[in-house]
């Protein structure tokens, strides 16, 4: 499977952005999905996943108040909404999959990686 994110860009503090992560190649609807990002300088955290269903989201502290994650099997597409943006949410949005149905925070866990997307939040 082909993971493309895309949906990044410049916005200023407060604003919002939807990242959105297309996969190719075969069906998701098995499979739990997550967002991950990477700052300069920093390791790659977790932001949000979901299940193969859509019914089960995690999130972290930063991330419970502020994004959405969804999903849309039909479209093989993946979505992160994101409002209430920040400096310090500025990072390359990776999406992934996980060969389970069951979502996790783990790096390890997931199996396949989209190339990411820039998201930049001005101040």
């Known amino acids: 499977v082909q993971l493309q994110a895309s949906g990044g860009g410049l916005v200023q503090a407060g604003g919002s952005l939807r990242l959105s992560c297309k996969a190719s190649g075969r069906t998701i609807s098995t499979n739990a999905m997550g967002w991950f990002r990477q700052a300069p300088g920093k390791e790659r955290e977790f932001v949000s996943a979901?299940?193969?269903?859509?019914?089960?989201?995690v999130y972290v502290d930063f991330s419970q108040d502020r994004f959405t994650i969804s999903r849309d099997n039909a479209k093989s597409t993946v979505y992160l909404q994101m409002s209430s943006l920040k400096p310090e949410d500025t990072a390359v949005y990776y999406c992934s999959l996980r060969a389970s149905p069951v979502p996790t925070r783990r790096i390890v866990d997931y199996d396949s990686w989209g190339q990411g997307t820039q998201v930049t939040v001005s101040s």
């Open positions: 979901v299940s193969n269903s859509g019914r089960t989201t």
